[in-house]
Structures are given as structure tokens and as C-alpha cells.
């Protein structure tokens, strides 16, 4: 296995499918649970880390993923609008859907191996500033 690949999933929840790694965060459709609180998906079709790659007919028994409910929330308001032309016909709905934002704690394969989100450090997206970048330079140079 390679280093540097972290494990990842595929897992079905709300009629659609998510790949998902140690510590992601995603909005799902509503999942029962309040903020703090593990949900455990056993829908889990793909299992994959570094080269090797478990995949369920349909899903994989024994794997599981496991998510850290952080909030319930509703999504943008979708706009329905029918018109009917010439027949004086107009009809607005809005609709909010319910939804439920989640952090992936755990993926477990079927053989049992796990990847938790403490173990998985995702690297840093800032840009080193100057002064951090003159610093290690003179760090360097005076070894």
C-alpha cells in the first residue's frame, strides 16, 4: 500500500452516494440523531485503501462507516413555479429540504481494518508566509 492514500468509501444514504473519507464533512439527506451524536451507515458498496479495493454485490457486509452528527439544518429554499399561459393559472410553492451535516469519524472494512479522523491529519491548505519561509532558511543555514 501506498502512504500518503488514506482510506475511503463509498456509502449510500438518502438515495444518494457519497465518497467519503476520514474526517470529510458533507450535508446528507435528514439522518435521525442530535449534534454530537454517531450514526453508524452499513450501506457501504466500495472500500478502498491504496492499492487494494473491496467492492460489495451490493454492499459489503461487515463494513461500516461512522459519522459525528454536528447539525441539523434545512437547505436553500427550491422554488416551484407552474404557469399555465392564457388560462389565468399561477401556482408558487417553496420547499426547504431537511438536511443533516455530518463528519465521517470511522471506516471499517469488512476484514475489520479501521481509519479513524484523529489518524488522518489532512495537510495544511495555507501558504507559508514570508517571515515562516526567511525563518527555515536561517534555520538551514545555520546547520
Known amino acids: 500500500m501506498k502512504a500518503g492514500r488514506p482510506m475511503y468509501a463509498v456509502i449510500k444514504t438518502g438515495g444518494k452516494q457519497y465518497r467519503v473519507e ?4 458533507l450535508r446528507v439527506d435528514k439522518l435521525s440523531g442530535e449534534p454530537g451524536e454517531m450514526v453508524d451507515i452499513k450501506d457501504v458498496l466500495i472500500v478502498g485503501e491504496g492499492d487494494k479495493t ?25 422554488v416551484v413555479f407552474k404557469k399555465k399561459r392564457r388560462q389565468n393559472y399561477r401556482r ?9 451535516v455530518v463528519r465521517v469519524a470511522e471506516i471499517a472494512d469488512a476484514d475489520g481494518n479501521k481509519a479513524t479522523a484523529e489518524a488522518v491529519k489532512k495537510p495544511a491548505t495555507r501558504k507559508p508566509k514570508k517571515a515562516d519561509l526567511a525563518a527555515n532558511a536561517a534555520a538551514t543555514d545555520e546547520e
Do not use: F
Not at 476520514?22 to 464533512?25: E, Q, T
Not at 459489503?60 to 429554499?77: F, H, I, P, W
Not at 408558487?92 to 443533516?100: D, E, S
Open 22 to 25: 476520514p474526517s470529510d464533512k
Open 54 to 78: 473491496q467492492v460489495g454485490v451490493p454492499v459489503l457486509d461487515g463494513a461500516s462507516v461512522k459519522l459525528e452528527v454536528l447539525e441539523q439544518t434545512r437547505n436553500e429554499k427550491i
Open 92 to 100: 408558487k410553492l417553496g420547499h426547504k429540504q431537511q438536511m443533516t
